[in-house]
T-cell receptor, first 114, second 111 residues
Framework: EPEVTQTPSHQVTQMGQEVILRCVPI?????FYWYRQILGQKVEFLVS????????KSEIFDDQFSVERPDGSNFTLKIRSTKLEDSAMYFC????????????FGPGTRLTVL | RKEVEQDPGPFNVPEGATVAFNCTYS??????FFWYRQDCRKEPKLLMS???SGNEDGRFTAQLNRASQYISLLIRDSKLSDSATYLC????????????FGKGTRLSVIA
């Protein structure tokens, strides 16, 4: 069964450093998303992406964040200068259908900012 | 104002019990509705979509009441493996839209 994959599974970084989180969405999906979940809190939307551009972004997705689809398979989230409060699980998701909007999530990257 | 609100839980039930989760959503224009399951420190996994007519998948039954902006999930004959957090999720409009998650209700099924 096709699945979303993410790397790395855990990233530890120092405050102020740049990190890039990587995702490979399901191959025939066209709509991609990043969400995050701070420990003990709900899953929150960051950004959606379609046709090589951002469709929508939340208030969390400020100038420190960017997304890119550098090739036909990878979808990346970059945080330019990490803050302590960026520590969270980051989930990538994808869907093939805007009718059902059933989104499938990757296993996540646990980001720890020290 | 919470967009998606769920029973706080936790629910601790014996194996074989029937358990029901409830959820309300604030945006009356919401288009799609889902239950996801999340195991500890894992990703949300789609359990089922929720349709206006109600739908059933094995031991799981989901209901939607648009007038009351209320969604439910019923689990019959609970198994130990059903222990997880159940997330009520809403898609606020049609098309390529972000999902809005509830905080989840934790279920522990006890032998």
């Amino acid at each position: 069964e096709p699945e979303v994959t993410q790397t790395p599974s855990h990233q530890v970084t120092q405050m102020g450093q740049e990190v890039i989180l990587r995702c490979v969405p399901i191959s025939n999906h066209l709509y991609f998303y990043w969400y995050r979940q701070i420990l003990g809190q709900k899953v929150e939307f960051l950004v959606s992406f379609y046709n090589n551009e951002i469709s929508e972004k939340s208030e969390i997705f400020d100038d420190q964040f960017s997304v890119e689809r550098p090739d036909g398979s990878n979808f990346t989230l970059k945080i330019r200068s990490t803050k302590l409060e960026d520590s969270a699980m980051y989930f990538c998701a994808s869907t093939s259908s805007t009718i059902t909007n059933e989104q499938f999530f990757g296993p996540g990257t646990r980001l720890t900012v020290l | 104002r919470k967009e998606v609100e769920q029973d706080p839980g936790p629910f601790n039930v014996p194996e074989g019990a029937t358990v029901a989760f409830n959820c309300t959503y604030s945006n009356s224009a919401s288009q799609s509705f889902f239950w996801y399951r999340q195991d500890c420190r894992k990703e949300p996994k789609l359990l089922m979509s929720v349709y206006s007519s109600g739908n059933e998948d094995g031991r799981f039954t989901a209901q939607l009441n648009r007038a009351s902006q209320y969604i439910s999930l019923l689990i019959r004959d609970s198994k130990l493996s059903d222990s997880a957090t159940y997330l009520c999720v809403v898609s606020p409009y049609s098309g390529n839209t972000p999902l809005v998650f509830g905080k989840g209700t934790r279920l522990s099924v006890i032998a």
